[in-house]
């Protein structure tokens, strides 16, 4: 049983749509998280949720939005895509705010044309 | 979080010991010291974490210096599968973010 997973795996879209990309964790695990690695290969924390409220917002543009309809799901929204959102994002889990260890999923591979 | 600093790449014969270093010499006394790699189109995986103490799970063994100032992670029969970035991550042992630095793109040759 995968751990964290996301989908779509790749997502290959136009400037200007909106997409979603979604992320389910089964450890039973309170905190979840996002992060986008850019071209250069930076991983960088975009949200996290705990229990379903939002505790980490870095400097994210407000076109993206994220959801967690419960523990479990964290989900992405991106309004009005651009060229600069095409990278790979990571979801990840841990059992707390202050877990020990996060488990990242595969990653959704996003490309912007 | 305090900064790290890790050499860009390094190789390694497969089957000898990999020695990874990392520098942290801003590193706060409640901060832990974080390893975690990323295999190539995969997401990063924990490798290890220690506060003081050495420390030594299946996967690797950490070295802390004294001073805490820096430390080294050990893989100690490194395989073809190794190969990998490989991050050292300083965070508070409250903190829920782990800040990737550029890592250390590790090469197990055969």
């Known amino acids: 049983d995968t751990a964290v997973s996301q989908t779509p795996k790749y997502l290959v879209t136009q400037m200007g749509n909106d997409k979603s990309i979604k992320c389910e964790q089964n450890l039973g695990h309170d905190t979840m998280y996002w992060y986008k690695q850019d071209s250069k290969k930076f991983l960088k924390i975009m949200f996290s949720?705990?229990?379903?409220?939002?505790?980490i917002n870095e400097t994210v543009p407000n076109r993206f939005s994220p959801k967690s309809p419960d523990k479990a799901h964290l989900n992405l929204h991106i309004n009005s895509l651009e060229l600069g959102d095409s990278a790979v994002y990571f979801c990840?889990?841990?059992?707390?705010?202050?877990?020990?260890?996060?488990?990242f999923g595969p990653g959704t591979r996003l490309l912007v044309l | 979080d305090a900064k790290t600093t890790q050499p860009p790449s390094m190789d390694c014969a497969e089957g000898r010991a990999a020695n990874l270093p990392c520098n942290h010499s801003t590193i706060s006394g409640n901060e832990y010291v974080y390893w975690y790699r990323q295999i190539h189109s995969q997401g990063p995986q924990y490798i290890i974490h220690?506060?003081?103490n050495n420390e030594t799970n299946e996967m690797a063994s950490l070295i802390i210096t004294e001073d805490r100032k820096s430390s080294t992670l050990i893989l100690p029969h490194a395989t073809l599968r190794d190969t990998a970035v490989y991050y050292c991550i300083v965070r508070e042992p409250a903190g829920n973010k782990l800040t990737f630095g550029g890592g250390t793109r590790v090469l197990v040759k055969p």
């Open positions: 220690g506060l003081k």
């Open positions: 949720y705990n229990n379903k409220e939002l505790i």
């Open positions: 990840a889990s841990s059992q707390n705010p202050g877990g020990e260890t996060q488990y």
